[in-house]
């Protein structure tokens, strides 16, 4: 059974998130469990998610998922805004709710643009990164 599309097309924070993603050298898109993943050979994003226990798609809906270097792991988990997510988290990935009253014209997207960047160089091939770091 397919799961169902868990986002909208026009939504502009995925907008701006693949902006930021699709940038990356090899970076490409998907949609798996209903969800937009950002991958090389691996995923290094993915757009929205939910926490362990709760599979409302709401609440997270907005979110943006990476994969922090473990150096940096423990750092961005005494940050309020950043939660374990469901699935992923037990593999050391950390989620960003990217809400907020100002609508997407209020997020840090060079926050967001770091995050994905570390998450990237964590998960692709080093021939992608070397390709990064010469761009």
Not at 10 to 31: F, M, Q, T
Not at 75 to 91: C, I, K, S, W
Not at 103 to 127: H, M, Q
Request: proline letters at 8%; charged letters at 25%.
């Amino acid at each position: 059974m397919a799961h169902p599309q868990m986002f909208e097309p026009a939504d502009p924070y995925l907008g701006r998130l693949r902006e930021i993603c699709l940038a990356l050298p090899g970076a490409g898109e998907k949609v798996s469990h209903g969800r937009p993943n950002f991958f090389t050979r691996k995923v290094f994003a993915i757009y929205g998610g939910v926490v362990k226990g709760d599979h409302d798609p709401e609440p997270f809906r907005h979110a943006v998922i990476v994969k922090p270097d473990s150096a940096d792991r423990a750092a961005l988990l005494e940050d309020e805004r950043f939660v374990v997510p469901g699935y992923y988290g037990p593999y050391g990935w950390l989620m960003l709710d990217l809400r907020n009253d100002r609508g997407a014209d209020g997020v840090d997207w060079l926050e967001v643009a770091e995050l994905v960047d570390a998450s990237y160089r964590v998960t692709a091939p080093t021939r992608l990164v070397r390709e990064l770091d010469a761009g």
